[in-house]
């Protein structure tokens, strides 16, 4: 694998403004992403996985241009595309694709399969005829839908929502993306269907060498898919690790409680648990301090409470946001097998 | 005698398309204090199975055959009079998308009163706030929330709430669909902690339906797996997982993606689940099944006994060795 990064996050910050309430409640500010820095490296997966709320979706969205971040800075191939604008920006969203999370409301239910699937192709007039129809049945098969005759004629009623997801995924890939960001793709789907998407994402990115980001609050499906893996909380990320480093040995206490919280079964009587959440939140203070602090159990208070602990390396690959880890407190664990769930 | 059995249930759904068979032959019994979680895939029947026994199925829903047996009475014979006192009093439901069954305008303690005072209208309402406060201590709300409304509440507060008022009347079953899936991670465990732990205090018998198996097995004694309408297998759980015998129970399992051991990779099931308007003869898993031979398109399969606990239903194994074990 090319170790050059082919996407990269510089200091992204995302703040929405709620309105005053119509009985005169303060507005209210919600940051949803806080100066969050990550890299995608050429052909990996990238895991980004947080609770709801925690401003994932909305880190794919600054990605693909759906919304502009307030500050910092997003590079493609080293070059800076926050001001795109006309021809460029069209050029970009050529390079950069998104599937979505539902797939029984992305695809327009007027449009047959293989228009579906043409319609990027059209939008930036590549190829015509006979060799667009080509294009559409090739990409098709790659995603599984064979053969591809039997699908183009269809309408997305039809299918059933595993194959709506295919579909998808084929409208996201026929223009050979740089990049695409997945966001919870199978969210809405059964345990057989996802696993069906999770292998076809693997295949692809080595048959069509693309980079995704994969968005999903489902740790168990990140470690399978994933090369590495970044924890996001409260729009700041708390840990960047390879997918195995940060599933066998978590650092930041609050990938330790995602990992105690999922449910277990097997023979788990040897595994050790974290405890790094509180069983009742402690007040938080006022100003700056970790966005874990109310919950954290391992926090210090005279310096978790005051400031803000910065994403630092540790170790070859992995960095984490925590002063209790900086301070190297052993976090060793060796885990028995286990069954995780969604 | 068995809290709960249900005998050869089937239900259909008259649609546009025909007659739909969503829950078909489907017999099972929980002992008092149980807990027995359904797993299968969307349109398995899990959902209409929980709501044929409330009696709560909606109005194209016909039960075309089958008894369930609470308590030694037959609720398929009762009217809807009957059932209105026994539901709630004596089983209660923990509804999917629970977080949106509160009543916005109302508060909380006011709700939980509600279904309190409708089954003992005796009480007064000293005595029935009273009842609330302890409901609220035992589901670990706070009760200085009491008056509060709910969408002043957290997720996992909401489906706290819930539970408090499921528990409400002592009801000896409950049946809960799906009561986490919308919560994160971390509040789905406390939710399923705390259930847990109601369960083995107050000794209620529960049936618990959800999409994943995991859950499932944190929280229930027996498993049963549903597929295309049929119960496949049952059993407790720990014996379903270390040696699943229905070839669909196996292919679930390795559908999930494991956290810790190695990168293994999935096999998920390939194909489509059937029409339930013309569902094919024979096993219905056979058009997916690895191991199907010709006689399993044919005749419908039996339930083999592989344990007095742990029963399948496969033609394919009879006298069979158990799938290679897990693990």
New interface residues.
């Given amino acids: 694998m090319n170790r050059e990064p082919v996407l990269r996050l510089e200091k992204v910050s995302r703040i929405y403004r709620g309105r005053a309430s119509l009985f005169g409640g303060r507005s209210t500010t919600v940051k949803a992403l806080n100066r969050v820095s990550l890299s995608l490296e050429d052909g990996e997966i990238f895991g980004l996985v947080g ?2 709320g925690s401003g994932k979706t909305t880190c794919g969205r600054l990605i693909v241009k759906l919304e502009e971040p307030q500050e910092g800075k997003v590079f493609l191939d080293a070059k800076e595309i926050t001001d795109l604008k006309g021809q460029e920006l069209k050029a970009y969203r050529r390079k950069v694709q998104m599937i979505f999370q539902d797939p029984y409301q992305s695809l327009n239910p007027q449009l047959s399969i293989f228009e579906s699937v043409a319609e990027p192709l059209i939008i930036h007039r590549e190829s015509a005829g006979a060799e667009r129809r080509e294009r559409v049945l090739s990409i098709l098969r790659a995603v599984g839908l064979a053969p591809p005759e039997d699908y183009i004629q269809r309408y997305p009623h039809q299918l ?1 929502g ?2 709506r997801q295919r579909v998808a995924i084929a409208r996201a890939m026929v223009l050979g993306p740089e990049v695409v960001v997945a966001d919870e793709p199978t969210s809405m789907l ?7 998407i ?2 076809l994402l693997l295949e692809l990115r080595d048959r069509l060498h693309v980079t995704i980001l994969f968005i999903t ?5 990140a ?2 898919l994933c090369d590495r893996i970044a924890v996001i909380y409260r729009g700041t990320l708390m840990e960047v690790a390879s997918a ?1 480093e940060l ?2 040995h978590p650092k930041h206490p609050y990938t330790q ?11 788990c009587e040897g ?1 050790r648990r974290y405890d790094a ?1 509180l069983e009742r939140e402690r007040e938080g203070s006022d100003g700056p301090c970790c966005p874990f602090f109310a919950r954290c159990a391992k926090a210090r208070l005279e310096r978790c409470g005051r400031e803000v602990p910065p994403l630092q390396a540790f170790g070859s690959d992995c960095q984490v946001a925590c002063f209790c880890v900086e301070s190297g407190e052993g976090m060793e664990t060796e ?8 | 005698m068995a809290l709960l059995s249900v005998e050869r249930l089937s239900v259909g759904y008259q649609t546009g398309k025909g007659y739909l068979k969503a829950v078909e032959n489907v017999s099972f019994t929980l002992e008092e204090g149980r807990s027995l979680g359904f797993v299968g ?2 349109g398995c029947g899990k959902t209409t199975l929980g709501m044929a026994i409330m009696g709560l199925l909606p109005e194209n829903a016909s039960i075309t055959s089958g008894r369930v047996v609470f308590a030694g009475e037959d609720l398929l014979r009762k009217s809807e009079e009957e059932m209105r006192g026994i539901r709630w009093k004596e089983m209660a439901m923990i509804f999917q998308a629970a977080m949106n069954a509160l009543n916005p305008v109302h508060r909380v303690q006011d709700q939980i009163a509600e279904a309190i005072m409708t089954h003992d209208p005796q009480r007064g309402r000293e005595e029935t706030l009273h009842r609330v406060e302890e409901l609220f201590d035992l589901v670990g709300l706070p009760r200085d929330r009491m008056r509060d409304y709910p969408h002043q509440y957290s997720g996992g507060m909401k489906q706290r709430a819930i539970i408090a008022m499921a528990l409400s009347c002592n009801p000896r079953l409950i049946i809960a669909d799906e009561p986490t899936t919308a919560l ?3 509040v ?3 939710i ?1 902690e705390k259930t847990k732990s109601l369960q083995g205090q107050l000794k209620f018998g529960m049936i618990f339906i959800s ?5 499932v ?2 929280v229930c004694d027996d498993i049963g797996i549903m597929y295309a309408g049929q119960l496949v297998e049952c059993g407790p ?1 720990e014996e379903v ?1 270390s040696a699943p015998r229905h070839p669909y129970t196996a ?11 190695e ?1 293994r ?5 390939p194909g ?2 059937p029409n339930l308007i013309r569902p094919p003869s024979g096993c219905r898993f056979c058009e997916r099944c690895p191991g199907a031979e010709s006689a399993c398109r044919l005749e419908s399969p039996e339930w083999t006994e592989i344990t007095p606990r742990h029963r399948v239903m496969c033609p394919g194994c009879r006298g069979n060795s158990p799938s290679p074990e ?2």
């Fill in positions: 609770e709801s059933s595993g194959q059964d345990a057989s269907y996802s696993a069906q999770y292998n609050h489902n740790l168990a499906a470690k399978y195995e599933i066998r409680a995602l990992i105690d919280a999922l449910p277990k079964f097997g023979h595994i959440l885990a028995g097998q286990c069954y995780f769930g969604v | 895939e969307s994160d991670v971390i789905q465990h406390r399923l999409h994943d198996i995991s859950v097995a944190e759980i997982f292919a679930l399992f390795s559908s999930f993606p494991s956290l810790t051991g990168r990779g999935l096999n998920p099931i489509e689940t897990r693990g």
